[in-house]
């Protein structure tokens, strides 16, 4: 069955998608947005209880400046929403070496880019790192700092609020629509098929189906894939160690070991930690997604090192999430060098959330054909004699 036409059709319904058809909104064009099921999708990357927002990137002056601003936008949206969706309970950075040491440049760089930017982080030895975060062991992390201007977003519920919004401002939200293929004519993409049967036309296409974008736009196969990644909440035997200003927003030793988390939930009383590294290549579609008893060995072997106290508490939700990896690290907004009317707008890598203030005008400029500085490194490229992950807090090898 054929749907109304649209100047812009929007593929996924996550922080990338919902950003663009909000903005392309604003700019007066008629919009309309396809995701499967419900929105929140639960099996999106965006549908979570919190994802962290840092400017600290190590030396990448580009993050730092987009995650700054973006930080901005959140408190924006907590004054329009009237609701506290970002919670800025700060980011405590712990170093197992001083910050001096080679292996600790991530947090080094990042702690030189604050202060450059006139930030006031505050710097962190053995003793002060127990004196105010006594949930943390003692013995294992000698340095770090914390810096106050950050914290975490409830990214499920953001979803939620921008597809409300989205349609509040007249972007025609259609649920329980999976695109299947996308319809090419005289190499121009003029719409989509669904499995549902519709068929779905537009002046112009922007592909946000976040890891599932390679499975509609086949050529990015070559320069991103799905990775899957461990999530575990815990229910702490001792919650006052671990609730804000306790423990705020974390990284221990990220860029080394991959860990991250999260103070306690203000709602779900649950504490949510996570692991930024490597991952497993997964179909996002007909691979399972589960967590294995060597993710959760591994963890237990954290939480004994970095929190004793909640080393043996109950686990009592796990999910194995997925990033769209792109093959350095860095987002994927561009149109497409061959088709007309195809855009995409991707390529989170597992830090993309934080950005979504600043992301509906990158992927709008980009299919309005508009240039900024900032999409540069975003834009179509090669893999070839790449560097790998660039993205500085990410651990790139196994753990
Ligand atoms: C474990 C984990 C932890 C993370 N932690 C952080 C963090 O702390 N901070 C941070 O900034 N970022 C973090 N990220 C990254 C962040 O979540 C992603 O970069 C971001 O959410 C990606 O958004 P997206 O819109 O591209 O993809 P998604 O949120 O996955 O949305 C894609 C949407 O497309 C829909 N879709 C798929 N196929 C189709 C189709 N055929 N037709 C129509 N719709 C389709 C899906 O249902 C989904 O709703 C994390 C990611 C993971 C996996």
């Known amino acids: 069955m054929a749907k109304p036409h649209h100047d812009f059709l929007i593929i996924g319904a996550g922080i990338f998608g919902l950003s663009a058809a909000i903005e392309l909104r604003k700019r007066k064009y008629s919009v309309s947005l396809l995701n499967p099921g419900r929105i929140p999708h639960p099996l999106a990357a965006s549908t979570d209880i919190s994802k962290v927002v840092r400017m600290e990137y190590g030396s990448d002056r580009q993050y730092f400046d987009m995650a700054e601003e973006s930080i901005a936008g959140w408190h924006e949206w907590n004054a329009l929403f009237g609701e506290k969706l970002y919670h800025e309970t700060g980011f405590l950075l712990l170093c197992r070496e001083p910050m001096e040491q080679g292996r600790q440049s991530f947090e080094r760089e990042s702690f030189r880019l604050l202060q450059e930017k006139n930030y006031r982080p505050q710097r962190l030895d053995a003793a002060l790192i127990q004196k105010h975060f006594p949930g943390v062991g003692e013995g294992q992390y000698v340095d770090g700092f914390y810096n106050p201007k950050a914290g975490f977003v409830e990214s499920g519920r953001v979803v939620e609020r921008l ?30 098929e669904t499995r549902e049967g519709d068929t779905f036309s537009a002046g112009q296409l922007v592909v946000c189906a976040g890891a599932y974008s390679p499975l509609l736009v086949p050529e990015l196969q070559a320069v991103m894939r799905a990775t899957g990644h461990p999530v575990f909440h815990l229910k702490p035997g001792k919650p006052e160690l671990f609730v804000a200003p306790q423990l705020p927003v974390f990284a221990a030793d990220i860029s080394n070991s991959g860990w991250y988390g999260f103070p306690l939930h203000p709602k779900d009383k649950v504490l949510k930690i996570g692991n930024h590294g490597p991952g497993i290549s997964l179909h996002p579609e007909l691979d399972e997604r589960i967590i294995s008893e060597t993710d959760i060995a591994r963890l237990r072997r954290f939480l004994r090192e970095t929190f004793p106290s909640l080393a043996d508490d109950p686990i009592v939700y796990t999910r194995r999430c997925l990033y769209c990896d792109t093959f350095d690290g860095h987002f994927w907004i561009d149109r497409h060098p061959r088709l007309g009317g195809l855009t995409i707008g991707t390529g989170g890598s597992g830090h993309g959330l934080k950005m979504a203030p600043v992301l509906g005008r990158l992927i709008a400029n ?21 560097a790998g992950i660039e993205e500085q807090a990410r651990m790139v090898t196994e753990y």
Do not use: M
């Open 163 to 192: 597809a409300a919004y989205a349609r509040q401002l007249g972007v025609d939200v259609f649920e329980e629509k999976t695109a299947a293929r996308l319809v090419e004519s005289a190499g121009r993409i003029t719409g989509v």
């Open 366 to 386: 980009a299919a309005e054909g508009k240039d900024e500085p900032w999409l540069t490194r975003f834009r179509w490229r090669e893999a070839a004699g790449n």
